[in-house]
């Protein structure tokens, strides 16, 4: 079947303005991920959507940053106002469903949007 | 700061060879996960296991878990050059119970010479 899929795979953006981030997840995957990666790091928690519980955005760097998640399906990331730090490899990755017996399940990653602010 | 550290940063061997990368984690786990990167983009999960499991494998793939070190080792024998990416270990934390999500290491950069 299909997998994560985010769009779009280049963004270059002039600092100051808007972008927004689009990802699909997997069908009937309950949770979704969102992730930054900068150039030679790791990868940096953004934010975490399961069902319809709270998202967990305590990995939001600053409040420029938002997300949203519609139902079980679709999630855009905002990223206000954009600054040249933001430039960074966006990933995206949704699993079969999170907690439970035995901890968390293998997430799949989305190809990541790469964003570079001018 | 992240809860996971792989050692070492960068490893470079010969096709054929063995590599041996680990990672290092500080609160106690569910399960850990390790995960390979090509080119900076998507990661692709490798394999899983579990905090009552000590050694798995997958293929090529041999995984440790020392949870008394929180430690955990990944193997890949017989190394190819189609090996060469960045590996990442995750950890599943356990606070009572599961959380919701996975923290990533810092990863180590493979590079297998042909």
């Known amino acids: 079947g299909a997998g994560v899929s985010q769009s779009p795979s280049n963004k270059v953006t002039e600092k100051g303005k808007d972008v927004e981030l689009r990802c699909d997840p997997i069908s009937g995957h309950t949770a979704l991920y969102w992730y930054r990666q900068r150039l030679g790091q790791g990868l940096e928690f953004l934010i975490y959507?399961?069902?319809?519980?709270?998202?967990?955005k305590s990995g939001l760097p600053s409040d420029r940053f938002s997300a949203e998640r519609t139902g079980e399906s679709v999630s855009t990331l905002t990223i206000q106002r954009t600054q040249q730090e933001d430039s960074a490899v966006y990933l995206c990755?949704?699993?079969?469903?999170?907690?439970?017996?035995?901890?968390?399940?293998?997430?799949?990653f989305g190809p990541g949007t790469r964003l570079t602010v001018t | 700061s992240q809860q996971g550290e792989e050692d070492p940063q960068a490893l470079s061997i010969q096709e054929g060879e063995n590599a041996t990368m680990n990672c290092s984690y500080k609160?106690?786990?569910?399960?850990l996960q390790w995960y390979r990167q090509n080119s900076g983009r998507g990661l692709v999960h490798l394999i899983l296991?579990?905090?009552?499991?000590r050694e798995k494998h997958s293929g090529r793939l041999r995984v440790t878990l020392d949870t008394s070190k929180k430690s955990s080792s990944l193997l890949i024998t017989a190394s190819r050059a189609a090996d060469t990416a960045s590996y990442f270990c995750?950890?599943?934390?356990?606070?009572?119970?599961?959380?919701?999500?996975?923290?990533f290491g810092t990863g180590t950069l493979l590079a297998v010479q042909p």
């Open positions: 995750a950890t599943d934390l356990y606070y009572g119970g599961a959380t919701n999500k996975l923290i």
């Open positions: 959507f399961q069902g319809n519980s709270a998202p967990d």
């Open positions: 609160t106690s786990i569910n399960n």
């Open positions: 296991i579990r905090s009552n499991e």
């Open positions: 990755a949704s699993s079969y469903r999170t907690g439970g017996a035995g901890g968390n399940y293998e997430q799949y």
